[in-house]
RNA sequence: GGGCGGUUACCGAAGUAGUCAAACGGGGCAGACUGUAAAUCUGCUGGCAUACGCCUUCAGAGGUGCAAAUCCUCUACCGCCCA
């Protein structure tokens, strides 16, 4: 038995026919139940809500950036913390981003090379050089359970060619991640059992053959678990469907799937069915800021429509004396009308934001639940 | 009683003859958001029309002028100053 079957426990005499998986990942800081969802707390916090909020809605894991943190608070200050978790008092799991996803959100402000990624930064205009090997060691300083290798996500569209010339940076790059990786491990002798998991992310932009020959060399190099990167960025719902389903079907069986960014409910629902374990996105966040509130039909997860969305802001609710959701179990719907809330959002209290927050990660949190069982 | 200044769309506020249905804020209405530069961004906000466009507006009434939110006269209201 390899190291990460004993960190990936799947339990396939319960996994259904239609490809959904479930399981269990060790971690150092702890055990997290697949298929799950990570809320994104990238400058390490997660919006609006504390980490005690954050547990007690049932998440088990998180994910933060390596890009982020490096510029602010640094290194140094989350070193004088013992890491993340010291630094936003969250003692369990943490995935980091490796700063990749920053190459295509920033792309005004950088320049791609084989060395590695040059950004401006958009706080206060100085240069940072982001090297793969760089973005392990931040995020050993970081303390995180899962390493992203930094990759380059292709923007959409985006031709043949240029997603053939960096998918060869991304796998170069996946390559001295992984020998970076593993040297540090000697250096620190961290054992195979307490040692953090580093993932490979798949690139390839909306190209088969690239996707293929992605999964082949990155499973090569030999990762934890493997991440389908570069979706959700533009292009249609059907093709991040179809990138999903090629790719899941080339993984290894025995290692945990990301799908990275992702996404809508049902665009999860799908995923989980073709067998992906572990999701992060913003939109349950983003969201509820902005006052879109996510509301369970009677349906299951399987089936269509199976919620609503509510833009608390619309004039309709004024009056409204109903909770958001009658059957959700968060504070907002426990305790407040949809018309005191969307007074919260005409009135910009941020209550309202946090109560928001909430009520959509509890949305995600329980979904994934439902998954679980199912 | 006299002098000066003001009155613009839901609110605040630009505009001082043609390019004005009238900048810009706010508010209102709606939409977007997918590994978070995002409590952000976009559109609409006099009426009718999908639109071309047409119609009615800049305190009120009257005037000058080819043309007025813009100039003149009076009236109303609001400020400030002098008695």
Redo the contacts with the bound molecule.
């Keep these: 038995m390899s190291s990460i079957q004993r960190q990936f426990q799947l339990f396939p005499q319960i996994s259904r026919k239609s490809g959904s998986r479930m399981g269990i990942l060790s971690l150092p800081h702890g055990k997290v139940k697949t298929p799950f969802f990570m809320?994104?707390?990238?400058?390490g916090a997660?919006?609006?809500i504390s980490p005690d909020e954050i547990k007690a809605l049932g998440a088990e894991i998180i994910?933060?950036?390596t890009?982020?943190l490096l510029q602010r608070p640094g290194l140094s200050i989350l070193q004088k913390h013992k890491g993340l978790h010291g630094f936003m008092r969250w003692d369990r799991p943490i995935l980091t981003?490796?700063?990749?996803?920053?190459?295509?959100?920033?792309a005004?402000?950088r320049k791609i090379t084989f060395e590695g990624a040059i950004f401006?930064s958009?706080?206060d205009g100085s240069r940072i050089t982001l090297t793969p090997e760089k973005a392990i060691e931040a995020q050993y300083i970081i303390g995180s359970d899962i390493m992203?290798?930094?990759?380059?996500?292709?923007p959409y569209p985006c031709t043949y060619e240029y997603a053939k010339k960096s998918l060869a940076i991304t796998l170069d790059w996946a390559r001295r991640s992984k020998n970076h990786f593993e040297k540090i491990n000697k250096k620190k002798k961290l054992s195979e059992k307490n040692r953090p998991l580093l993932f490979g992310?798949v690139?390839g932009s909306v190209f088969k053959d690239l996707r293929e020959e992605a999964v082949t060399e990155l499973v090569k190099i030999g990762f934890d678990g493997y991440?389908i990167?570069?979706?959700?960025?533009?292009e249609g719902?059907n093709q991040?469907d179809e990138i999903v389903r090629w790719t899941t079907a080339l993984l290894p069986k025995d290692t945990p799937r990301y799908l990275?960014?992702?996404?809508?409910p049902e665009?999860i629902v799908r995923a989980v069915h073709v067998g992906v374990d572990m999701f992060?996105?913003?939109?349950?966040?983003?969201?509820a800021?902005?006052?879109?509130l996510y509301v369970r039909t009677k349906k299951r997860a399987a089936e269509k429509k199976f919620y609503d969305?509510l833009?608390i802001?619309?004039?309709?609710f004024?009056e409204d004396m109903r909770p958001v959701d009658a059957h959700c179990a968060c504070l907002l719907c426990t305790q407040f009308t949809r018309s005191y809330l969307r007074h919260l959002f005409?009135?910009?209290e941020?209550l309202g934001?946090r109560l928001a927050?909430l009520h959509n990660l509890n949305f995600y949190l329980r979904l994934m639940e439902e998954l679980r069982r199912v």
């Design positions: 809320p994104i707390a990238t400058r997660v919006k609006n994910l933060s950036n890009y982020h981003d490796s700063g990749g996803f920053q190459v295509f959100s920033l005004k402000i401006q958009e706080i992203m290798v930094l990759d380059e996500c292709t992310i690139q991440a990167g570069g979706v959700a960025v533009g719902i991040i990275m960014g992702v996404g809508k665009e992060d996105c913003v939109i349950p966040t983003r969201e800021r902005h006052g879109r969305v833009n802001k619309n004039g309709i004024k005409s009135t910009n941020g934001l927050t």
